[in-house]
T-cell receptor, first 115, second 119 residues
Framework: ETGVTQSPTHLIKTRGQQVTLRCSSQSGHNTVSWYQQALGQGPQFIFQYYREEENGRGNFPPRFSGLQFPNYSSELNVNALELDDSALYLC??????????????FGNGTRLTVT | AQKVTQAQTEISVVEKEDVTLDCVYKTRDTTYYLFWYKQPPSGELVFLIRRNSFDEQNEISGRYSWNFQKSTSSFNFTITASQVVDSAVYFCALSEVLAGGTSYGKLTFGQGTILTVHP
């Protein structure tokens, strides 16, 4: 069973730039969620994708956007990067239907540094 | 709004001691799920347990045990005979059922408790 994989593992960007983070979900999972974890904090929910559509969003501005592909992999895009976007970005996958959902399984994350 | 409070920021114990990590939550939902995750230095969040709001039975898994008390909105985690490998950040989390009907979509995490187990 292949787990959740994220790429790249580390990334350094300059303020104002754009970044794309990628996530391959665990085999058999159809739902992907993205979280931002600032240093010393708990993860914060960004959004979730289910059946290729956004299924819920946290308190993040529109410059945070995402996609889910037919193979259930996902991308997180952040435009106009700000210094406060520096964080560990975690992707989690799960199997979901309208009635049941398996626990979230997380990847190792992408460490984004904005200078 | 949902909230999870882990009042213990850091805990330091000596190997073989028992340690309890506290978690208090707040929600208006009648159906919800509670979770514990472990985050070692590698960064990955490792799933430990989930609990349905209707199931208040305590659970034991090896050296780990969980005490869910709905009356006090608490979901505490105890490690018995701690080991150095237990050193990590532990997060308690609460789920919210999203409009699409899939639960667990949005987890609200506590701030985490840093556990250090010394040899």
């Amino acid at each position: 069973e292949t787990g959740v994989t994220q790429s790249p593992t580390h990334l350094i960007k300059t303020r104002g730039q754009q970044v794309t983070l990628r996530c391959s979900s665990q085999s058999g999972h159809n739902t992907v969620s993205w979280y931002q974890q600032a240093l010393g904090q708990g993860p914060q929910f960004i959004f979730q994708y289910y059946r290729e559509e956004e299924n819920g969003r946290g308190n993040f501005p529109p410059r945070f956007s995402g996609l889910q592909f037919p193979n259930y992999s996902s991308e997180l895009n952040v435009n106009a990067l700000e210094l406060d976007d520096s964080a560990l970005y975690l992707c989690a996958s799960s199997f979901g239907t309208t009635r049941i959902n398996s626990p979230l399984h997380f990847g190792n994350g992408t460490r984004l540094t904005v200078t | 709004a949902q909230k999870v409070t882990q009042a213990q920021t850091e805990i330091s114990v000596v190997e073989k001691e028992d340690v309890t990590l506290d978690c208090v939550y707040k929600t208006r939902d009648t159906t919800y799920y509670l979770f514990w995750y472990k985050q070692p230095p590698s960064g990955e969040l490792v799933f430990l347990i989930r609990r349905n709001s209707f199931d208040e039975q305590n659970e034991i898994s090896g050296r780990y045990s969980w005490n869910f008390q709905k009356s006090t909105s608490s979901f505490n985690f105890t490690i018995t005979a701690s080991q150095v490998v237990d050193s990590a950040v532990y997060f308690c989390a609460l789920s919210e059922v999203l409009a699409g009907g899939t639960s667990y979509g949005k987890l609200t995490f506590g701030q985490g408790t840093i556990l250090t187990v010394h040899p």
